[in-house]
């Protein structure tokens, strides 16, 4: 398992994003100090890989209402064992939206996240009480991607619901700092472009 790769990726966001550079530190902290770092095992977190994506006129955005967390939030799950992050969000993609046709965008022209985030998974128990996961933290690597054409949006077993949303609607479906962030990042870039 490469793990330079991703620790180099981390080290030109933070040049992009010095205000972030304590969730980076907390993030390469946990890849350089943690073997299993990329599987769902790996205690007090684990790497995680998500995506923000845009509709391919840049309009809307796909959220995915979470079945534990009953939250909406972008795309994204565990590496389970794969380091190559950006084939992972990629892979979550395609499972929780039924999305096949993307472009990957960068929007600083180099391989870096889109954004990163490190956010408390709760513990989870079954109806007697019984303990079925732990509490732990998602080291979240986020990337960006464009829709190329019109497709159906397709609703996985893992999601109660897969939507397109504007700018104004996610505004007002969710106050998660890290969903509202991504969207400020996705419309900084289009700003830029």
Not at 48 to 67: E, I, M, N, P, Q
């Amino acid at each position: 398992m490469h793990r330079q790769p991703l620790l180099n990726m981390l080290v030109r966001y933070k040049s992009h994003h010095p205000e972030e550079a304590k969730v980076a530190d907390r993030i390469c902290h946990l890849i350089t100090t943690s073997p299993d770092c990329f599987e769902r095992h790996c205690r007090p977190g684990h790497i995680t890989a998500s995506a923000w994506v845009l509709s391919r006129d840049h309009r809307r955005s796909a959220l995915v209402l979470h079945r534990k967390l009953n939250r909406w939030l972008q795309p994204g799950g565990h590496a389970d064992g794969n380091s190559d992050v950006v084939a992972v969000a990629l892979k979550e993609v395609h499972e929780e939206t039924g999305l096949t046709e993307l472009e990957r965008i960068q929007p600083h022209g180099q391989p870096i996240p889109f954004d990163i985030d490190i956010h408390r998974i709760p513990a989870r128990v079954d109806p007697s009480g019984e303990l079925l996961e732990d509490a732990h933290d998602h080291h979240d690597l986020r990337f960006l991607f464009r829709a190329t054409s019109e497709q159906p949006l397709v609703l996985s077993e893992e999601s109660h619901e897969v939507r397109w949303f504007s700018r104004q609607e996610i505004m007002d479906l969710t106050q998660e700092e890290s969903v509202l962030r991504m969207l400020r990042k996705a419309e900084a870039w289009g700003d830029a472009e």
